[in-house]
């Protein structure tokens, strides 16, 4: 029989996976509205795996992300933010483990070659699934020079994304966790 305290944390990791879920999916729900939005929306839908990952855990992350990708990919306007969700959206999740690898070189080349995957898994994902003549006629318009600049950019910014995360964390350990109530 499980104690009084044990469900009450039970129910507040459900409740805060709850809350990090709906948040994600409300911001891409919105992020479909703006065709911007198709890369910062995916991005700040995985920082809010940040305080459920650091409050409960690898686990309750994992299925979080897994929640907000399988509703995103079913109710998201922007079927491209979706699957970028889908395909890096757990990456705070693995952030923590790549930072583990000693030399700095090697930890940058896997980062990158996980980004470079993730968005080519991510296009060739998009033109098995979905009429894609658009997308693929404006890459093939944009030429293989601007394709390769357009990848090389994804994968500076999303290492630049890994970069914030850090620093992220620490200003939710320090500023906000402090003023929550103590579920955990």
């Known amino acids: 029989m499980a104690s009084a305290d044990q469900m009450r944390r039970a129910s507040a990791r459900a409740a805060y996976c709850g809350m990090a879920s709906a948040l994600s999916l409300a911001l891409m729900l919105m992020g479909g509205l703006v065709p911007v939005a198709t890369y910062a929306v995916p991005m700040l839908c995985a920082l809010a795996l940040l305080p459920v990952l650091l409050e409960f855990g690898k686990k309750a992350a994992w299925l979080t992300w897994a929640a907000t990708a399988a509703?995103?990919?079913?109710?998201?306007?922007?079927?491209?933010?979706?699957f970028f969700y889908l395909l890096m959206g757990y990456y705070p999740i693995v952030k923590w483990r790549l930072d583990r690898v000693k030399s700095r070189a090697v930890r940058l080349a896997v980062k990158?070659?996980?980004?470079?995957?993730?968005?080519?898994?991510?296009?060739?994902?998009?033109?098995?699934?979905?009429?894609?003549?658009?997308?693929?006629?404006?890459?093939?318009?944009?030429g293989w020079a601007m394709t390769g600049l357009f990848a090389a950019a994804f994968v500076g910014v999303m290492l630049l994304f890994d970069r914030l995360l850090f620093p992220t964390s620490l200003f939710y350990m320090n500023r906000i966790r402090p003023k929550l109530p103590k579920a955990r």
């Open 112 to 142: 990158a070659a996980l980004f470079g995957v993730a968005l080519a898994g991510m296009y060739g994902l998009l033109a098995l699934l979905f009429p894609m003549g658009e997308y693929l006629k404006e890459f093939g318009e944009m």
């Open 71 to 82: 509703l995103g990919l079913m109710l998201g306007l922007d079927k491209e933010a979706s």
